[in-house]
């Protein structure tokens, strides 16, 4: 109330007032990490001077340790993917607990369409389905595994917008389906030796050129369309959207199914990367996919957060996985330490949310 | 064309299970009029709003718009069909900036073969919005700034100037001022006169009996699910309307209905 003149004054889109982006205090926590573990290398007894991300040794071509990035980014690529869609979910003010079990439901489904029929001549001895299912493109294993991905998304969203079962029941009891469809489904056994070219979705470095290219997308998605201007209004005041005219029921079901076939599609990359279909697989992935889009900024309360904000927090969380290997702390004591993480990312953003308002 | 009637009811009636919240309410309002609708707290004026704006389904009667018969089936019917409302609760997004909040339900977009996923032209909802809120005459400094962060007062004018924006045929205020601070709320009665100055029709519930006479050319009074009174601004002093608030008086054409 402080301008009390006439005419437009004041009215005009100032950049200068633009609030702070919370994505900027996760990159700045980010870097913090970084130099953390850059000073405990150097000053830890047993480290003899290593450097954490820089290349100690004297080539001209690299500034930067190039093996540790690649492995930082691509231990979390597949749980980013799922990340993005939890991101969405988060920010509808809901929460996706099926996404660890979907990942192993789909891994097994998808990989029994993308078998090869003959493993160095001799059948293959993991075969699922008859030679009918054998070498088939590539597209149909994976098109199967987006299905079953949305047709568990639909469900979800199904139960949460239309029968208001609030949606951690809701996707804590489809949590047990999907553990209990990726045992059914072969009996419990693995299912491995996947055709070449079901193989080479997730080879290499493609998870990570994945969730890269489905963060852009959903960025974009989620900044700049409908779809995603709905999403917030809907996390930010469920009654405003309703009496705004968004079909608030429909978009759920929406958001859900995009979250699960997100998931899905998580679970064609794991299966393909590691060769073979688990039903134990993709354990705890739900809750490290809700601990990235918590430490990058997305409120639980719904309508704050971005998926730029989940992408740094996915790279905190590999960054701080790989900083405990790195100065060589035992297994047990980094989870406990990433706990406690997860923990005070969410007090500091509570502070400062407090302090803005 | 002064003399077009706006909104028109019938034995507009609701009932919820046993409970007569309406009951045979005979409304009408002409162009460029602005109507308050005042009564004790439960006397049916909210219901009233609720039947014409399509939040709720009425019990029988008839509504029409411009001479048209209208059956909302929700709010964006009713809002498609002109009336803009402002809600008590608002109906605000508190993540949103203005031109979001403004836009809702009904944004601005291109490529629209993208179906949910078409783009939305934040320039031209800028645009738009800053013209909405010339119109009324509404300061506020940044409209890229979160409604979260906003003052009561800013808030109430955000929801208003949704009626500026869309070229409402007529605006209906569920007691706009009622949590605002007197700055505030001289800010919201400037919004009203701007309107009165464009012709547009208001209907205000308010029971502030100085902002009623201030801003309105007609009251009409709800008791217990009736209409009660019907005065012209003129004709009547606050005494008045406070002795057909509460039963002691009654309008001559409403000594059947009412009691």
Known sequence: ????????????????????????????????????????????????????????????????????????????????IIALGVTQVIITAGIDLSSGPLVA?????????????????????????????????????????????????????????????????????????????????????????????????????????????????????????????????????????????????????????????????????????ASTAQAGMGEFYELFAIAMAVIGGISLTGGRGSIIGTVLGAMVLGVI????????????YQLMAMGGIIIAAVILDQYRQRNKA | MSDQIVLKTEDLTKHYGGVHALEGANFEMTKGEHVAIMGDNGAGKSTFVRQITGVEQRTRGKISLYGEDVDFAG????????????????ALADDLDVPDNLFLGRELTFWNWLGPFRFLDYKGMRRATIDGLNKTAVKIPNIRNTIRNMSGGQRQCVAIARTATFHSRLTIMDEPTA???????????????????????????????????????????????????????????????????TGAKTGEEYMETAR
């Open chain 1, 1 to 80: 109330m402080t301008d009390t003149s006439h005419g437009t004054g004041g009215l005009t889109f100032d950049k200068t007032k633009r609030t702070w982006p919370s994505e900027m205090n996760v990159l700045l926590a980010l870097v913090i990490i970084v130099v953390i573990f850059e000073i405990l290398g150097q000053v830890l007894p047993y480290m003899n001077d290593q450097s954490f991300l820089f290349d100690t040794r004297d080539r001209f071509d690299s500034i930067f340790n190039e093996a540790r990035l690649k492995i930082i980014i691509l231990q979390v690529a597949i749980i980013g």
């Open chain 2, 179 to 245: 949590a605002l601070g007197v700055q505030e709320t001289a800010q919201v009665e400037n919004i009203v006169k701007t309107l009165k100055e464009g012709n547009e029709p208001l209907i205000l519930i308010s029971h502030n009996m100085r902002q009623v006479f201030d801003l309105v050319d007609r009251i009409v009074v709800f008791r217990r699910g009736r209409i009660c009174a019907n005065l012209k601004k003129e004709d009547t002093d606050p005494q008045d309307v406070v002795a057909y608030i």
């Open chain 1, 321 to 332: 996985r790989s900083g405990f290997t790195y100065i060589k702390l035992d297994g047990s």
């Open chain 2, 75 to 90: 709010p964006l019917d009713a809002r498609e069909a002109g009336i803009e409302t402002v809600f008590q609760t608002l």
């Open chain 1, 105 to 273: 439901a789909t891994a097994m489904i998808a990989m029994s369409f993308g078998q090869t029929e003959l493993v160095n001549g001799f059948a293959n001895p993991k075969a699922v389905f008859g030679t009918w299912a054998m070498d088939l493109p590539v597209l149909i294993p994976v098109v199967i595994g987006l299905l079953f991905g949305a047709f568990i998304g639909a469900i979800n969203g199904t139960f949460i917008a239309y029968f208001r079962i609030p949606p951690f029941i809701a996707t804590l009891g489809m949590f047990l389906i999907c553990r209990g469809i990726a045992l059914w489904w072969s009996g419990g056994n693995p299912i491995s030796f996947p055709t070449e070219q079901y193989a080479a979705i997730g080879a290499g470095m493609m998870p990570v050129i994945w969730f890269l290219a489905l963060a852009v997308i959903f960025h974009i998605i989620m900044r700049f369309t409908v779809y995603g201007k709905h999403t917030y209004a809907i996390g930010s005041n469920e009654e405003a959207a309703r009496m705004s005219g968004i079909n608030v029921k429909r978009h759920k079901v929406m958001v859900y199914m995009i979250a699960s076939m997100l998931a899905a599609f998580a679970g064609v990359v794991l299966s393909s990367k």
